[in-house]
């Protein structure tokens, strides 16, 4: 299923005439769509957090505590070292939406049932997302941007259809079918 495909679906929902031909095509329906896609896209994806957008990734650690720990000769400072009392920092990947949790790397065997450990997620000095955490190479389990409608289950594209044509009523000033026929039936 295409983009497309999906915003149609949204604007017969609302009973707009016109198709969108491309999202690109400049039209007010595209415009009205493009601006609002990719927000209800991630916003569905972070609230519903459907299992075939997980993902797990290996993290590296970008800071570290000092191996031996911090004393007079190597004191905790704010841009050198993590935050208290985490041990290790790790840069967030682009492709993560909503961290979910921390597991440790299996070395040997694998691990079937690892254990979540804890973590922080906060804002680095650049404005991007940075973990904390206390595992030298952890890996992330976290949902990631789905941009391919193709991918989504049903029940998201439903989710994603009827979420656009809320919205596409609101900015393009069409009610629903079934409220302009009770619309007409006060009126007569």
Same mark, same amino acid.
């Given at each position: 299923m295409s983009i497309e495909s999906i915003i149609n679906q949204a604007l017969d929902r609302i009973g707009y005439k016109r198709h969108v031909g491309t999202i690109w095509e400049g039209s007010v329906a595209s415009r009205v769509a493009l601006d609002c896609w990719a927000e209800t896209r991630d916003a569905l994806l972070v609230r519903t957090q459907p299992e075939w957008a997980r993902e797990d990734v290996a993290l590296t650690f970008t800071k570290s505590a =000092?191996? *031996?720990?911090?004393? @007079? /000769?190597?004191?905790?400072?704010?841009?050198?070292?993590?935050?208290? =009392?985490? *041990?290790?920092?790790? @840069? /967030?990947?682009e492709t993560c939406l909503v961290p979910l949790a921390l597991k440790p790397r299996p070395h040997t065997l694998p691990v079937w049932r690892p254990r979540a450990m804890r973590f922080r997620v906060k804002t680095g000095a650049d404005q991007t997302y940075v973990l904390l955490g206390n595992d030298p190479a952890p890996i992330l389990t976290c949902i990631v941007h789905t941009h391919n409608p193709d991918i989504w289950y049903e029940d998201f594209t439903e989710l994603m259809i009827i979420t656009l044509a809320k919205k596409f009523e609101v900015a393009l000033g069409h009610p629903q079918p079934h409220q302009q026929e009770q619309k007409d039936a006060k009126s007569a």
């Open positions: =000092p191996a *031996l720990g911090y004393d @007079e /000769q190597t004191p905790w400072e704010a841009g050198l070292y993590p935050d208290l =009392p985490w *041990l290790y920092e790790y @840069e /967030q990947p």
